[in-house]
């Protein structure tokens, strides 16, 4: 097996959330160019909340795509923090519910132009401790596990990140 070979890297935008670098590279046996790679500072986090045969999803508009769609709790962890940590402060920020969490898989949303590593989290014995936050979600609501793939096809989970959790949450507690 062969590698892609990284001769240097060439930062062309920088800021608190993130970096845009130009990466000259040279694919095996072939051609050498510059490809674009987007860098997070800081991992991320995403739980997929799981009460009986619920899950709790939040509905929100996302401005970069003009899409409405329903997405689970997630955000960047806080310098020093670790991924479980941000996991429950993200859950109960975002939901208003406080969570156990314990590890599901970790995964990289992005992986042909980006270096981002999300991990992912089972949340379980949710606890109500507030409201959620309205800048986060129009509304948060406990959907029926078996109406997820319905969702799904319908277009009704445009996030490429809440797709692949809640398939993968599907796919290993079949």
Do not use: Q
């Not at 097996?1 to 095996?28: A, F, K, N, Q």
């Not at 939901?95 to 969490?101: F, I, L």
């Not at 986060?136 to 996030?159: Q, T």
């Amino acid at each position: 097996m062969t590698r892609w070979t990284v001769h240097g890297t060439r930062r062309i935008y920088e800021s608190e959330w993130m970096s845009v670098d130009l990466d000259d590279v040279e694919v095996p046996g072939g051609d050498r160019f510059e490809h674009h790679v987007l860098r997070l500072p800081y991992p991320s986090t995403a739980v997929v909340v799981v009460d009986d045969e619920r899950v709790l999803l939040m509905w929100r508009h996302r401005f970069a795509t003009d899409a409405w769609g329903w997405e689970i709790p997630a955000g960047r962890l806080e310098e020093g923090e670790s991924a479980e940590t941000a996991a429950i402060r993200e859950t109960e920020e975002e939901t208003g519910y406080k969570v156990d969490v314990e590890p599901l898989v970790s995964i990289h949303p992005m992986n042909g132009i980006s270096s981002h590593t999300t991990h992912v989290f089972v949340g379980g014995n949710p606890e109500k401790t507030g409201e959620h936050d309205p800048a986060e979600a129009a509304k948060v609501e406990w959907v029926p596990l078996r109406d997820v793939p319905a969702l799904i096809r319908k277009g009704l989970v445009p996030c490429g990140t809440t797709l692949a959790v809640l398939t993968t949450y599907l796919t290993l507690k079949a």
